[in-house]
């Protein structure tokens, strides 16, 4: 476990005010090399990845999902679909991946409560790349997991009258015909195995 001891003062991150010393054994890292805390992310530390071991790859023909990443261009680094295929492409089988909401690309204008809806755009975008084949065989953000703070009230409607309105849809649906509609949807869009 890492061991933190008092550091620096100053903006790291989106975080003001005291930044731990981190170190791991006998090698200390850097404020901006720490590990990440909630909230605040830092640029890749290249010269420490390339020192680790290569992950061995098990199982080379067993199909994963990587269920959580993100998208983003920042500042000090870049996370794009260029950069994801490069980390799935190392021996595993990924076959697909699930994008989570990191604050990225939000709308630069327009109503503030749909803003955030400008990432889940740009992530479809990506998706929709990946999907066409063109850059391999993963599907990159074949799921995401987005934000908005839609005011229910705003939408005309209220959560219940949405609830049964899928309920009277899939009524007189089959388990398998349920199935399908609620969650083979992706496995179809994305032509997913």
Not at 73 to 89: F, G, I, K, N, S
Request: with cysteine; hydrophobic share 40%; net charge negative.
């Amino acid at each position: 476990m890492p061991r933190t001891t008092p550091g620096e003062s100053g903006h790291i991150g989106g975080h003001d005010g005291d930044i731990p010393t981190v170190s791991r054994g006998s090698e200390r890292l850097s404020p901006s090399k720490e590990p990440t805390r909630f909230g605040t992310v830092f640029a890749p530390d290249d010269a420490w990845l390339a020192r680790q071991p290569r992950e061995l790859v098990l199982d080379p023909d067993l199909p994963i999902i990587d269920t959580h990443h993100h998208l983003w261009h920042r500042p000090d680094h870049r996370y794009l679909l260029d950069e994801c295929l490069a980390d799935v492409r190392t021996g595993h089988n990924v076959v697909a991946t699930v994008f989570v909401e990191c604050h990225a690309m939000y709308r630069a204008d327009g109503p503030a409560e749909l803003r955030p809806v400008g990432e889940t755009e740009f992530v479809a975008g990506v998706a929709a790349m990946s999907a066409s084949g063109i850059y391999g065989p993963a599907r990159v953000a074949a799921g995401i997991v987005g934000f908005a703070d839609f005011p229910v009230e705003k939408m005309g409607t209220g959560y219940a009258t949405l609830w049964n309105a899928f309920k009277r849809i899939a009524a007189g649906a089959s388990a398998d015909e349920k199935l399908a509609l609620f969650s083979g949807t992706a496995r179809r869009a994305y032509r997913l195995p």
